[in-house]
């Protein structure tokens, strides 16, 4: 068997160059994803559930900077529910403060992360996913079309016109055949490879990572339903209408308290300083008088 002839046959070339560029392809999309999930996840796993409250800005800017995770942060981030903290006043009229939905965190989603971070958008959307899915099927269906194509040709060959050519003609058929054969050994053995190694290379260099980094996502943000989350908004805003009816009903009082303090204090003080004015211009005035009176008694 001339191995040099059979690897240099056009229809074996072109199934071991689709080969090779699909695996070349599938390489570098899927190490292209594993790095920028390395960054992710190294990213995330800095916070904690207890930073969301103080921390949130520095994720949300790191997150639509970076482009890789960009586009499903901006949709997901539309989820999220802001909870606020309200200020009350008690009886002894002092204020305190109340978190809003206070049973939970004060950062919610209202939709499973999971739907936002999965494998899908963390992984093949990065990447032409339907091109490395065809591989297979175009390394397969090279087989019959290159087989058929040399048989036909081969058969196209066969001269008729002597014994001896026709002899010789059988002979180069056969070997045709030969090579017709393998082009679909090779293209069912390439697509078969290509399959196993897809998937080893998938799991060893991306599978995991993207579970990582969706349990990640899970545990940092609670999932809250918008039912769940309407309730506890309703409650609180019981509570603050409650609250804002105690205080229009003691407003009056307190009007009339900080108005009687206000004079108290300002306007009381200001009148005793005028009538003490008003009484030492008078005095100057009496004095004035007096005087007058004394210089014209002299003549």
Excluded at 18 to 30: D, G, H, N, Q, V
Aim: glycine fraction near 2%; charge should be neutral; hydrophobic fraction near 45%.
């Amino acid at each position: 068997m001339n191995l040099a002839h059979i690897f240099t046959d056009p229809p074996i070339l072109i199934v071991l160059s689709t080969f090779l560029y699909a695996t070349c392809y599938t390489i570098k999309s899927y190490k292209s994803v594993s790095k920028n999930l390395v960054i992710f996840n190294d990213f995330i796993s800095k916070y904690k559930k207890n930073d969301l409250n103080f921390r949130f800005n520095e994720i949300d800017e790191w997150m639509c900077n970076n482009p890789y995770v960009a586009p499903m942060w901006l949709e997901f981030k539309n989820t999220l529910v802001f909870s606020e903290s309200v200020a009350l006043k008690n009886e002894n009229n002092q204020l305190t403060y109340q978190e809003l939905s206070s049973n939970i965190q004060n950062i919610q989603t209202t939709v499973d992360p999971l739907y936002f971070f999965n494998e899908e958008t963390l992984a093949s959307k990065k990447y032409n996913a339907k091109l490395i899915g065809t591989f297979p099927t175009i390394l397969t269906g090279f087989g019959p079309l290159f087989t058929f194509l040399n048989i036909a040709i081969a058969f196209g060959k066969i001269d008729f016109s002597t014994q001896e050519r026709t002899v010789a003609s059988v002979a180069n058929l056969m070997s045709s055949m030969q090579v017709a054969a393998l082009v679909s050994v090779i293209a069912v053995g390439a697509s078969l490879t290509f399959m196993i190694m897809e998937n080893i290379l998938f799991s060893r260099m991306c599978r995991g990572k993207i579970a990582h980094a969706e349990d990640m996502m899970a545990k940092l943000f609670d999932n809250i339903s918008s039912e769940k989350f309407l309730l506890e908004l309703l409650k609180e805003t019981k509570i603050q209408n409650n609250s804002i009816s105690n205080l229009l009903s003691i407003l009056p009082a307190n009007f009339k308290m900080a108005l009687n303090s206000g004079i108290a204090s300002n306007l009381v003080p200001y009148l005793e300083n005028l009538i003490f004015g008003i009484n030492q211009m008078n005095k100057q005035l009496k004095e004035s008088t007096k005087k007058t009176d004394d210089v014209d008694d002299l003549f």
